[in-house]
């Protein structure tokens, strides 16, 4: 779940009332949130402000607040207080529109075909007349970076892009260069660069550098320029300095490109809609041209409302009250989703609007009525159908093994179900193509690149890090691997494995040979060939060792 830090003050400010800690943290959980930390920070007034001294620093409370990860409209304090002011009664939700421009023709972005090796997508809209304070812009480049880091996954799908439009001029290309051919001042920086020469500068940078592979191997990076040549970006990286916002900025020019059309049409609407209230006209939103290479011309932002029907019987059902139509309306109201009784039977039309992209299901709907009941409030029940929970049969032979194997004087480790290729390859003795293991497709750490296929790599790393501890170590594990298997349709499957390992000084075959044979009584199974057991020399000649094989 995303976090949003919120200053107190400003929250309670916006919000019409001042709450304590305990008031807030209870209006969180109505409204479906978490107050998950209350922390300080220092916050040192700026030179803008007229005082530059250190002395001047004064303690500022957040409120960090936990938000469901498909609520995008609450990653920013204007939709958090705007939610929680509509969930209060204490304002209705606002419509919002799409105008055209008040002079001349709407802003256009026109999309080259050069652009469907990189990223095929752009959508754009202009705030007209908007009026930034610091609190707002620093809220207005806050959300940008918690839209990065959630729906559009780490800029992967969507690269947000905001200008001054004052100081560009339209109609906007997007198109995709060779990184020789592409040559701007980057923001916050004092002098031009090549595209190449930014992916050398940006690799030590903490911030950038952790999206330079999204196109640093491509022929081409995509870049948009006004009708002048000014860079405005080059996403999904880094903005031009031209075309930076200030506070002093009046109209903001937003491009979003993408590889998901569907991803960047939310993205915009989420960023307009946050931010349209603090325009000359508020919840209105100048709109857009952009070109497809095809020639084809759409307009954004879409802004579109859609309307479901449910009835209010099903509603009552799935949560387990009883209410009226009319007060199921009314509690979906509250969560910004306009409804109103249709007047056939108990059905209940229900608006959804541009910043409820989470609602795509009835369920969705139900959830929300349900939150604006009252999770508490709802009356508890025994349920119609009883059933009597059992521990699955695998589970219950695991404890019951757990328990043996300590017994028998067995320590059990817990190792991770992910390891790295090395671990279950080379260290084995065995090429990784052979091992047949489930590979993960973005590792985060070499530690972490495939599913174990078998309980020993995990067990010998054990033993390596607690070569300090007194000899002999007598360890288990009774755990998964994952084994490839193309009848699943998964493509693989979960295997419960018993591995022990003894390590000392000498070597011990009689106890690993006797915690076997006691493995085997305790789930009677016979000695010998056939329906039992027996035990068989393997030799595995790349590294000349001797395993039991059973």
């Not at 008040?102 to 959508?123: C, E, F, H, N, S």
């Not at 020019?253 to 000359?280: G, P, Q, R």
């Not at 190792?415 to 080379?426: G, K, T, V």
């Not at 790393?461 to 349709?489: Q, Y």
Request: hydrophobic share 40%.
């Amino acid at each position: 779940m995303p976090t949003v830090g919120v200053k107190r003050d400003l929250l309670f400010q916006a919000l019409g009332r001042t709450y304590t800690d305990e008031e807030f943290d209870e209006l969180c959980f109505e409204f479906g949130l978490e107050l998950d930390e209350i922390t300080s920070e220092k916050e040192i007034i700026s030179k803008e402000k007229g005082d530059c001294k250190a002395s001047g620093a004064s303690e500022v409370i957040l409120y960090k607040i936990d938000v469901p990860a498909n609520r995008y409209d609450l990653l920013c304090l204007e939709g958090l207080v705007r939610g929680m002011q509509v969930f209060k009664n204490k304002m209705e939700a606002p419509r919002y529109r799409r105008v055209g421009p008040a002079r001349g023709q709407p802003q256009r972005l026109v999309i080259t075909k050069d652009t469907a090796a990189v990223r095929p997508y752009a959508v754009a809209a202009v705030l007209r007349d908007i009026t930034f304070t610091q609190e707002r812009y620093d809220s207005f480049i806050e959300l940008q970076e918690k839209l990065h880091q959630n729906i559009c996954r780490r800029r992967t799908l969507v690269a947000i892009g905001t200008h001054d439009l004052d100081t560009i001029s339209g109609p906007f290309t997007f198109t995709a260069k060779p990184p020789a051919d592409i040559s701007f001042k980057p923001l916050n920086q004092t002098k031009e660069f090549t595209a190449v020469q930014l992916m050398s500068l940006y690799k030590a940078d903490n911030h950038l550098k952790h999206f330079l592979h999204i196109i640093e191997d491509r022929p081409v990076y995509p870049v948009i320029y006004d009708s002048n040549g000014v860079v405005l970006s080059m996403p999904p990286i880094i903005n031009g300095d031209h075309s930076k916002i200030t506070l002093k900025t009046k109209n903001v020019f937003i491009e979003c490109t993408a590889t998901d059309l569907t991803k960047a049409k939310v993205v915009l609407d989420m960023m307009v809609t946050m931010f349209s209230e603090y325009c000359s006209q508020p919840f209105t939103v100048e709109e857009a041209e952009v070109v497809s290479p095809d020639g084809q011309i759409y307009k954004y932002p879409e802004l579109a409302y859609r309307k479901e029907k449910l009835s209010g019987q099903l509603i009552n059902k799935k949560i387990g009250i009883s209410e009226s139509t009319e007060r199921i309306a009314q509690l979906l109201t509250r969560m910004c989703l306009l409804s109103h009784p249709t007047g056939v039977g108990d059905e209940i039309e229900v608006e959804i609007p541009p910043t409820r992209s989470d609602v795509i299901h009835a369920c969705d709907i139900v959830e929300d009525a349900a939150m604006a009941y009252g999770f508490n409030n709802i009356t508890r029940t025994i349920p119609r159908t009883y059933t009597i929970a059992n521990q699955f049969p695998l589970n219950k032979l695991t404890e019951l093994m757990r328990q043996e194997m300590a017994a028998a004087g067995f320590t059990e480790a817990l190792n991770f179900a992910l390891c790295s290729q090395e671990d279950i390859s080379d260290k084995l003795g065995k090429k990784i193509a052979d091992t047949k293991a489930v590979h993960i497709s973005n590792p985060k750490t070499a530690e972490f690149q495939v599913a174990r296929t078998s309980l020993l790599p995990g067990l010998l790393k054990t033993i390596a890090a607690n070569r300090k501890m007194p000899l002999p170590l007598k360890l288990f594990e009774i755990s998964d691997v994952v084994l490839k298997d193309e009848t699943k349709d998964v493509g693989a499957r979960n295997c419960r494995r018993l591995s022990a390992i003894y390590y000392n000084k000498n070597p011990g075959f009689e106890v690993i040979h006797g915690l076997l044979d006691r493995t085997m009584q305790l789930l009677e199974v016979k000695l010998g060939r056939g329906d039992g057991y027996h035990i068989q020399a393997a030799d595995d000649a790349k590294r000349k060792h001797y395993f039991l094989e059973f």
